[in-house]
């Protein structure tokens, strides 16, 4: 009698239905043991696989590979997973640490039981999530969602469309979101821009820190001076969170308080602090200490407005304004 799997891999090769639609149907039927491969208890990987490029449902053994990892199906990886570059429309496992080198792109589903170290490019339109810390040294696009209890440490520059949800998010250089973040502790960034909604448990802190810019009144200082450079040579990917913080400490305290608030507004439960404050449509709980401030509508401080140099507060708002040296 003909199987399961030889009936759809002979519609596969005939053209009647795609590598696509034979993925998705080998996927749903192995999720309901519906496969010749299950029978009897025994799982055993079936679809196509050549090197570390997977179709259908497969799982091995982690190990350390030249070969760039593939997968349009589905992939459990038993143990740590070192490879050049990674690939994943599909659904992947690692049971360990994850490590790669170069490129990364997930439109699929990845999902790592350790520390996620990315060393490239990454561009994440699918999920993403980790119970470790998860590392960018270069440059993340992510349109998709992140999802980690640990912190996300960004070398370069974090742009998210999509969504986020960490213990705390430390980069670099830039972070610019149009999408949603939702951050347990502390943000700190050299350059930090969002024109979409958040919240902080503790404290943002950088050297220019824009939210909600385009709802400004007005603007009373000329712009900020260049900000300040990080240290350049990062050789190792899990030395790049002392760097980071290292580098911001110099410039900003390090805060550590309570719980997020609710998204629809930017909300900051700590400290707002840097060199030049821009912000609208932010409730902060504390203070906004900066060189120059600036406030648009819709701004709430609990706190003290502490500033060096300018400050430019829109007519009717109500709040506690300090210079300080």
Same mark, same amino acid.
């Given at each position: 009698?003909?199987?399961?799997?030889?009936?759809?891999?002979?519609?596969?090769?005939?053209?009647?239905?795609?590598?696509?639609?034979?993925?998705?149907?080998?996927?749903?039927?192995?999720?309901?043991?519906?496969?010749?491969?299950?029978?009897?208890?025994?799982?055993?990987?079936?679809?196509?696989?050549?090197?570390?490029?997977?179709?259908?449902?497969?799982?091995?053994?982690?190990?350390?590979?030249?070969?760039? %990892? $593939?997968? =349009? *199906?589905?992939?459990? !990886?038993?143990?740590?997973?070192?490879?050049? @570059?990674?690939?994943? /429309? &599909?659904?992947?496992?690692?049971?360990?640490?994850?490590?790669?080198?170069?490129?990364?792109?997930?439109?699929?589903?990845?999902?790592?039981?350790?520390?996620?170290?990315?060393?490239?490019?990454?561009?994440?339109?699918?999920?993403?999530?980790?119970?470790?810390?998860?590392?960018?040294?270069?440059?993340?696009?992510?349109?998709?969602?992140?999802?980690?209890?640990?912190?996300?440490?960004?070398?370069?520059?974090?742009?998210?469309?999509?969504?986020?949800?960490?213990?705390?998010?430390?980069?670099?250089?830039? %972070? $610019?979101? =149009? *999408?949603?973040?939702? !951050?347990?502790?502390?943000?700190?960034?050299? @350059?930090?821009?969002? /024109? &979409?909604?958040?919240?902080?448990?503790?404290?943002?802190?950088?050297?220019?820190?824009?939210?909600?810019?385009?709802?400004?009144?007005?603007?009373?200082?000329?712009?900020?001076?260049?900000?300040?450079?990080?240290?350049?040579?990062?050789?190792?990917?899990?030395?790049?969170?002392?760097?980071?913080?290292?580098?911001?400490?110099?410039?900003?305290?390090?805060?550590?308080?309570?719980?997020?608030?609710?998204?629809?507004?930017?909300?900051?439960?700590?400290?707002?602090?840097?060199?030049?404050?821009?912000?609208?449509?932010?409730?902060?709980?504390?203070?906004?200490?900066?060189?120059?401030?600036?406030?648009?509508?819709?701004?709430?401080?609990?706190?003290?407005?502490?500033?060096?140099?300018?400050?430019?507060?829109?007519?009717?708002?109500?709040?506690?304004?300090?210079?300080?040296?």
């Amino acid at each position: 009698m003909t199987s399961l799997e030889e009936k759809l891999r002979q519609k596969l090769e005939s053209g009647e239905i795609s590598q696509e639609e034979y993925d998705d149907l080998m996927s749903k039927f192995d999720n309901y043991d519906l496969l010749s491969s299950n029978v009897g208890g025994h799982h055993h990987p079936h679809g196509k696989q050549k090197g570390w490029k997977f179709t259908g449902s497969h799982s091995v053994k982690g190990e350390e590979t030249n070969e760039s %990892v $593939k997968v =349009s *199906g589905k992939l459990s !990886v038993d143990g740590p997973l070192k490879c050049p @570059e990674m690939k994943v /429309s &599909g659904s992947v496992t690692i049971n360990g640490d994850l490590t790669v080198l170069e490129t990364t792109k997930i439109s699929g589903k990845l999902t790592v039981q350790g520390e996620g170290k990315f060393g490239g490019y990454t561009a994440i339109s699918g999920k993403s999530s980790s119970t470790g810390n998860m590392y960018f040294t270069e440059d993340m696009k992510l349109s998709g969602k992140i999802n980690t209890p640990s912190d996300i440490i960004v070398g370069k520059s974090a742009l998210i469309s999509g969504k986020i949800h960490a213990n705390s998010l430390k980069s670099k250089g830039l %972070v $610019k979101i =149009s *999408g949603g973040i939702t !951050v347990e502790t502390d943000i700190l960034s050299d @350059e930090f821009y969002c /024109s &979409g909604f958040g919240s902080v448990g503790g404290n943002l802190s950088g050297n220019l820190i824009e939210i909600s810019k385009k709802y400004r009144e007005k603007m009373v200082m000329d712009d900020p001076e260049e900000t300040i450079r990080g240290t350049e040579g990062i050789d190792s990917i899990p030395e790049l969170g002392d760097i980071l913080t290292k580098v911001i400490k110099k410039f900003v305290p390090v805060f550590n308080m309570g719980s997020f608030g609710n998204p629809g507004i930017f909300r900051v439960n700590g400290n707002i602090e840097g060199k030049t404050v821009d912000v609208s449509h932010t409730e902060v709980e504390g203070d906004i200490i900066a060189d120059n401030v600036l406030l648009g509508p819709g701004v709430v401080v609990k706190g003290v407005v502490q500033y060096r140099e300018t400050i430019s507060v829109p007519d009717g708002l109500e709040i506690e304004v300090q210079q300080i040296s």
